[in-house]
Nanobody, 123 residues
Framework: QVQLVESGGGLVQAGGSLRLSCAAS????????IAWFRQAPGKEREFVAAISWGGVSQISADSVKGRFTVSRDNAKTMVHLQMNDLKPEDTAVYYC????????????????WGQGTQVTVSS
């Protein structure tokens, strides 16, 4: 099982940038797909982006394409989400999660979660 801890959230103005980090521990990290999800108040948790085991492949939601980039450093057991051109609708708690399978966009299919980090974008 992999353990995950997010950091890097905060308050930013619209058009600004933030870089979220997900620190992982556990022997299954290198064999895990890592994804970012977000959840705004009163809304369901939604898929943001995911990166494959070796970092070669990434997928992202249409709402963040061209603005958000996910990367991973297996040597440092870290995954990052670079968020540019932030919009007020990006405001949410952001979570990183781990799964064994690739291409999964449903939160129910991820079996390890961090505690989340708040991102607030002001207009």
């Amino acid at each position: 099982q992999v353990q995950l801890v997010e950091s890097g959230g905060g308050l930013v103005q619209a058009g600004g940038s933030l870089r979220l980090s997900c620190a992982a521990s556990g022997h299954t990290f290198k064999s895990s797909v890592i994804a970012w999800f977000r959840q705004a108040p009163g809304k369901e948790r939604e898929f943001v982006a995911a990166i494959s085991w070796g970092g070669v492949s990434q997928i992202s939601a249409d709402s963040v394409k061209g603005r958000f980039t996910v990367s991973r450093d297996n040597a440092k057991t870290m995954v990052h989400l670079q968020m540019n051109d932030l919009k007020p609708e990006d405001t949410a708690v952001y979570y990183c999660a781990a799964a064994a399978g690739w291409g999964l966009r449903s939160a129910a299919l991820y079996n390890a979660w961090g505690q989340g980090t708040q991102v607030t974008v002001s207009s």
